[in-house]
């Protein structure tokens, strides 16, 4: 079955680019006017769709794709079995009324843990999991908050023995798996409950949006069709595509590049206590049995482990972080990895005012201020919204 979500979502990592304007600046307009857009700018605006995106089964996970996995993935994910005291599950941070994320800067299991809480739309589109990019599939993600000590605190024999304690869980999983809980090793059934859980996220897809119906008449030369776009939010996609330059970052139907930049924010995760962001992620990540170069990869060619095999831990990955979809954006805030900025004029005014001795000396420095007029902020915010 397939959840899909309607509006706003994910997480904001806007980068307001300033390497140099592809387009002439945005004319004066009056609130009424329709802008117009170049060539340049309606072939960027062309690469932005079209939504929704046909993907495939993962070929990393056997379950991926199946129903009767998918069923019983909703089921485990909205179980309170998973978590040691029964008294969670992973739908209590990842809310379909919130957007699938939680609404509080940073998410709360049994305890505050250091990050904001992603939301899960449109999962078979991305690349690295967590704002770390600490893993390389869903499934792998999808261990991390079952046996992290904040979050739901199991060990693999706990889990191990709540499905099989559990009639209805017991023999869902027996008919999903080919195989009794019980007779199986406890990390089997950590893994293959990871999977399962993936199958199931990878169908909660986000619906189609006003921008999408403005992109499909954009590219069908329907400029009745394009009138319907409010003003703001087209002034706004101006921004986005030329001065501000977001689209370097937020490009494609998703709406990210699927990597990771420093965006001039703290790389504190409490007082005293450093995030290291990417850097930390690769490590991680080259150290995990669940990544694509592991045993558990279903994919026995390892094709799926091409951007694994080639990552490289190196200093200037600290303090980055992953470049989320702006896809659903206005149902999850607030925004950053970190929770800093409560409403998408606080995260746009980020990229506006940006400090850039915050950002990295060495490498890519793509950051600018953008000196963004409160007329352009709330067009920009506009464009935003109607994502």
């Known amino acids: 079955m397939t959840r899909a979500a309607a509006g ?20 004066a307009a009056s609130s009424d006017r329709q802008v117009a857009f170049s060539d340049s700018e309606r072939a960027l605006i062309r690469a932005q769709g079209p939504w929704p995106v046909a993907t495939g089964p993962d070929s990393s996970n056997r379950f991926s794709g ?27 941070c990842h809310d379909a ?26 999962m078979r589109l991305v690349r690295w999991f ?30 191990r023995a709540r499905i099989a304690g559990e009639a209805a869980l017991a023999g869902a999983y027996a008919r999903a798996t080919g195989g009794a809980a019980e007779t199986q090793d406890a990390e089997t059934v950590l893994v293959n409950v990871a999977k399962i859980l993936a199958a199931y996220q990878e169908t909660i897809v986000s619906g189609r949006t006003a921008f999408d119906g403005f992109r499909d008449a954009a590219v069908a030369g329907d400029a009745a069709a394009m009138a319907a776009y409010p003003p703001a939010a087209q002034r706004g996609l101006k921004l986005f595509l030329g001065r501000g330059q977001c689209v370097l970052c937020h490009f494609g139907p998703n709406f990210t590049n699927a990597e990771f930049h420093d965006i ?27 990544n694509l170069l592991g045993p558990f990869n279903d994919d026995a060619s ?32 607030p ?30 420095k793509l950051l600018k201020p953008l000196k963004l007029s409160d007329a352009e902020i709330a067009d920009l915010v506009a464009f935003l919204r109607t994502l």
């Open 66 to 92: 199946r129903p009767d996995a998918i069923a019983l993935g909703e089921t485990l994910f909205d179980s309170p079995a998973l978590s040691i005291g029964r008294d969670r599950s992973c739908a209590s």
């Open 8 to 27: 706003g979502a994910a997480l904001l990592l806007l980068c307001g680019f300033l390497a140099g304007s592809l387009h002439a600046p945005v004319a």
């Open 264 to 290: 001039g924010l703290p790389h504190f995760a409490d007082r005293g206590r450093v995030d290291p962001g990417r850097y930390g992620g690769v490590k991680s990540l080259r150290a995990s049995r669940y």
């Open 130 to 159: 967590g704002w770390d990019g600490r893993s390389d599939s869903l499934w792998a993600q999808s261990i991390h908050p079952i046996l992290d000590a904040r979050e739901l605190a199991l060990t693999p024999e706990t889990l």
């Open 97 to 122: 009324a919130r957007g699938f994320a939680d609404g509080l800067p940073r998410g709360i299991g049994i305890a505050r843990v250091d990050r904001n809480t992603p939301a899960l739309f449109n």
């Open 302 to 333: 390892r094709a799926t482990a091409g951007f694994t095999r080639h990552v490289r831990l190196i200093p200037r990955l600290w303090g980055e972080f992953r470049v989320p979809s702006l896809r659903n954006l206005t149902a999850t805030a």
């Open 335 to 364: 925004y950053m990895h970190d929770g800093s900025k409560a409403t998408l004029e606080d995260a746009v005014r980020h990229y506006s005012e940006i400090d850039e001795d915050r950002l990295h000396q060495d490498g890519e």
